[in-house]
């Protein structure tokens, strides 16, 4: 029995050495080496600025400006709009503002939920009000489910092309682009299924609107 | 639904037997002590190991002697992770290891996450990165998921060996089976995994938090962490625990389709294995391949329902005036709670596959699942894990379901039942009984006592809604979830209050975090006394030649009998409790 207790002890801190320093610190070497950007979140600056990562979704609202110029507050949260000139991410729900990635969460919205009916009429308004006045044949049929919804995560960096192809109407009008330059630029920055056939397509929301601020100069 | 979404769940099982059958054979290999291709590369590491723990991994245990090697070395494991995530902000745990300053975790919150992890079960009322140090995630929690997932390996091993055994009483030696699987199972997949997921954009660094200032003039600030490296062990093990709090859903954990179908494989992997490993070292490949269908075939029609369910759109959806069917560039279905770019399909298969097995990792929020979609999980978790199951858990469960098909199958035609030319007996099918019977009990208990309390119901969160249905089932899926050590979540269900990250000021549930984790004990390790006592019971059998009058185990017949015993097990056991949660809501088109 002693004998036993021995062997335990000794076997769970030579294997905490082996799987929980020596394996772990391998792993990182070898994102570190072969894969910096990759293991170091994908990291995008412009001009000298970081601005987000790569595959982390962000939020394309402003802060609204009281009239001295200051950013408005209510509840000691920053009032924000959609950005016009930006192709806008899909609803957020994280704690402390939307697109939080220092604290994910899920939304936990039930199916039957009352609560969650308000939540998407409310997203469903808000993108008929935003898009319908450059997409004049804009109905709720046409509105993809990804625009009026919160994704798993809060943090979803894409959305559904469908979506893209809707907001490029607005996003072409405010910045005087042809629509058709706007369309290939949502195709460039649309990735596919992994292996062909894992997953659904998506679009790039901060890759493309990087892209958009390199053609007509931005806020950055 | 579309063609893509059905040809992703048929690849899925394709691709997964392709990788399971050479694994099953590889791993049949590894517990019977013959030569594998990676022995010149291991034997060294492998001898060395036996010296340090001060070992004869010769030295054959029976079934008392192997249990109590496998309690104590969970005991220790239980021990040094409660310190671990107790100190963490201590004067041995460098900087950089805890680059934010946080604090350690409430006693309560951390007896429950502790628990969690040494009983494979992850289930997680913290959050990652606003909780755990990467201290605590690099050396406790991935260090569980190797060990807990090992012990449950070892286990159906020893199952094994009791099963075909002709050496009388010994099962194998606990010492020698756990470093076997860690050193030639659990790391070099671990290690070929990780690199994958590396070079799809799994981050692993030891970096502060980043802070990012947006076009639009907003900041965010972004977690990191040793990610990696932790994630696919996640996988891999059947653990499931999130290195942060929305787990595979994390674009960090999961960044795109490739990974997703990478993480999908690696939860199964070892699972299917185990059961072409039966059929192995019984002898007889046509015993592992009846099992096989049979899982096959409900893991299949769970994920069908799945994603039919999910395709079609939630009833707040429609009342909220949404259209939910697929357009042009668009998947369409219930995307609440789910990742553009894992879909309707990517997230149903996903989600089902973690609830089979007892991973309970997610990529999408199962709460945010319709009525039917979220019953689909806990469908699983009523079949006890048996479809494929966890790593070792879900092959020892299966064959206790054996056991009891081989004894009600003899006691149909009149014959004495014999398994593998062993008589089973009064003694085994008592045994085994028990060893079914505990992990629902564990969950129904519970589940009463979660929601008959004032204490109880504290947990439930306000969306859910204390006395509506989507409350209930929060209630049901957490005590289910943990009894299965599963852990995965209608996440809404609260153990753990935090105001700020870093836990200081957090307090815990006692009533929910202590109840569940003893759950978590006790339907872990008093099934696997059971299972290794049966073990025992079998080894020292003499065996008899097949006649003609003995029942096939191998054949559709038996496969038949076999759905037949787990279904029905399953649906009298929890039919009334799936009724009040998600059926209800299912059913109707009502919003509560």
């Known amino acids: 029995m002693r004998r036993e207790i021995v062997t335990s002890i000794l076997a769970v801190l030579v294997i905490t050495v082996l799987c929980g320093i020596l394996y772990p610190l391998f792993i990182a070497g070898v994102g570190q080496v072969a894969f910096p950007g990759n293991a170091n979140g994908q990291k995008v600056y412009v001009n000298g600025r970081l601005v987000g990562s790569k595959i982390i979704g962000q939020s394309f609202r402003r802060p609204v400006l009281e009239k001295n110029g200051k950013p408005k507050e209510e509840e000691e949260e920053i009032v924000t709009e959609a950005d016009p000139r930006y192709f806008q991410s899909r609803p957020s729900a994280t704690e402390g503002g939307e697109y939080n990635a220092a604290a994910s969460t899920f939304s936990n919205r039930g199916p039957n939920n009352k609560s969650t009916e308000e939540a998407d009429a409310e997203y469903l308004k808000e993108y008929l009000e935003r898009e319908k006045p450059y997409d004049t044949g804009l109905t709720a049929a046409a509105v993809p489910v990804d625009a009026v919804s919160t994704s798993a995560s809060n943090l979803d960096p894409q959305i559904s092309k469908a979506n893209a192809l809707i907001q490029a109407h607005r996003v072409a009008a405010v910045r005087r682009l042809p629509l058709s330059q706007v369309e290939s630029l949502i195709s460039k920055y649309t990735s596919g299924r992994g292996l062909g056939f894992s997953g659904e397509p998506g679009v790039d929301v901060l890759e493309l609107n990087l892209a958009l601020d390199r053609l007509t100069g931005g806020s950055a | ?592």
Request: glycine content about 12%; proline content about 4%; hydrophobic content about 45%.
């Open chain 2, 1 to 592: 639904m579309t063609v893509s979404g059905w040809a992703t769940i048929i690849l899925f099982a394709v691709i997964l037997t392709a990788l399971a059958l050479p694994l099953g054979s590889y791993m049949a290999k590894v517990y019977t002590g013959q030569r594998v291709f990676l022995t010149p590369l291991l034997g060294r590491p492998e001898r060395l190991m036996y010296r340090l723990v001060r070992t004869d991994p010769e030295q054959g245990q029976d079934w008392k002697r192997y249990a109590g090697s496998l309690l104590l070395f969970s005991l220790g494991g239980w021990l040094l992770l409660y310190l671990i995530v107790r100190t963490q902000n201590a004067f041995y745990v460098p900087h950089a290891l805890n680059p934010l300053g946080y604090k350690s975790g409430t006693w309560n919150v951390s007896f429950n996450t502790v628990s969690s992890f040494v009983t494979n079960t992850n289930w997680q009322y913290y959050s990652g990165e606003t909780t755990m140090t990467y201290f605590s995630q690099m050396v406790g929690l991935t260090v569980q998921n190797f060990v807990s997932a090992g012990a449950g390996i070892c286990v159906a091993a020893a199952l094994i060996r009791g099963i075909v055994g002709r050496s009388g009483k010994t099962i194998g030696n606990f010492w020698q089976d756990i470093v076997r699987t860690i050193l030639y199972v659990l790391l070099p997949i671990s290690i070929v995994g990780a690199i994958i997921l590396l070079s799809q954009g799994v981050i692993d660094n030891f970096s502060t938090y980043l802070t990012a200032h947006t076009v639009t003039g907003l900041t965010q600030t972004i977690a990191m962490g040793p990610v990696a490296s932790q994630e696919v062990i996640k996988e891999l093990g059947t653990n499931g625990g999130g290195f942060f709090n929305v787990n595979s859903a994390h674009p960090f954990e999961n960044p795109n389709g490739f990974t997703n179908l990478v993480e999908m494989l690696l939860v199964l992997v070892i699972p299917a294995a185990l059961v072409f490993m039966y059929g192995r070292m019984a002898r007889n490949r046509k015993q592992g391949y009846a099992i096989y269908g049979v899982m096959m075939f409900m893991f299949l029609g769970a994920v069908a329902v799945a994603y039919v369910a999910e395709a079609h759109g939630s009833p707040a959806q429609h009342a909220a005036g949404i259209h939910t069917h697929v357009i042009s560039g668009s998947t369409g279905g219930n995307l609440e709670g789910k990742e553009q770019r894992f879909g309707i399909a990517g997230s149903a298969l996903f989600d089902t596959i973690t609830t089979v097995t007892s991973c309970g990792a997610v990529n999408s929020a199962i709460e945010s699942f319709t009525g039917i979609g979220g019953a689909v999980p806990m469908a699983n978790l009523s079949a006890s894990e048996v479809i494929f199951g966890g790593t070792g858990t879900g092959l020892y469960s299966m064959l206790l379901y054996v056991l009891l098909a081989v004894f009600i199958g003899g006691l149909m035609v009149g014959r004495t039942p014999e398994w593998l030319g062993k008589k089973i007996e009064a003694r085994e099918v008592k045994l085994a009984g028990l060893g079914i019977l505990i992990t629902p009990l564990a969950a129904l208990f519970a589940t009463a006592m979660g929601v008959a309390t004032k204490a109880g119901r504290a947990s439930i969160s306000e969306l859910g809604g204390v006395h509506k249905p989507q409350g209930f089932s929060e209630t049901f899926y957490a005590y289910l979830s943990q009894a299965n050590n599963n852990g995965s979540a209608f996440a809404g269900y609260t153990g753990y209050i935090q105001p700020n990250a870093g836990n200081a000021g957090a307090h815990g549930v006692t009533f929910a975090d202590l109840l569940g984790g003893f759950d978590m004990l006790f339907a872990r390790f008093a099934p696997i006394l059971f299972v290794l006592a049966v073990a025992g019971a079998l080894a020292g059998k003499k065996v008899s030649p097949a006649g003609l009058g003995t029942m096939r185990t191998d054949n559709p017949t038996f496969a038949v009998l076999l759905i037949g015993v787990v279904v029905l097990v399953g649906a009298l056991t929890f039919f009334p409790a799936l009724l009040l949660g998600p059926i209800v809501q299912g059913l109707t088109g009502h919003l509560y």
